[in-house]
Nanobody, 129 residues
Framework: QVQLAESGGGSAQSGGSLILSCAASADTYKDYCMAWFRQTPGKEREGVAFISAKGYTGYSDSVKGRFTISEDKGKSTLLLHMSSLEPDDTAMYYC???????????????????????WGKGTLVTISS
């Protein structure tokens, strides 16, 4: 069964830092293009950051300069380093993947939830002022 498992969520104060991890099986990780999303109650799930097969990264405007996405391919793990946290960063954070086609490419937009094929169960981040 294909699974993504997030960890590292919790509580922090404004200005603090947290690191989220997403563990996957080796077969899953190589077959998917990976990203982080987040969602607050009553709002659409929004893309936060993505990383391409060649290591290119992209971020939403709301987290650019504060969050860093990275990966440990040897451990099939996706990471999200979050710093200068703000109360507006409070959300459920999800690891997400788009399946690669036979040519190794992923269709769709990396931070459009409708293009995601695989979701983790999420990890809650709460930031207090």
């Amino acid at each position: 069964q294909v699974q993504l498992a997030e960890s590292g969520g919790g509580s922090a104060q404004s200005g603090g830092s947290l690191i989220l991890s997403c563990a996957a099986s080796a077969d899953t990780y190589k077959d998917y293009c990976m990203a982080w999303f987040r969602q607050t109650p009553g709002k659409e799930r929004e893309g936060v950051a993505f990383i391409s097969a060649k290591g290119y990264t992209g971020y939403s405007d709301s987290v650019k300069g504060r969050f860093t996405i990275s990966e440990d391919k040897g451990k099939s793990t996706l990471l999200l380093h979050m710093s200068s946290l703000e109360p507006d960063d409070t959300a459920m954070y999800y690891c997400a993947g788009r399946r690669r086609n036979r040519y190794g490419y992923c269709a769709g937009s990396p931070m459009n939830q409708q293009d995601i094929d695989l979701w983790g169960k999420g990890t809650l981040v709460t930031i207090s002022s």
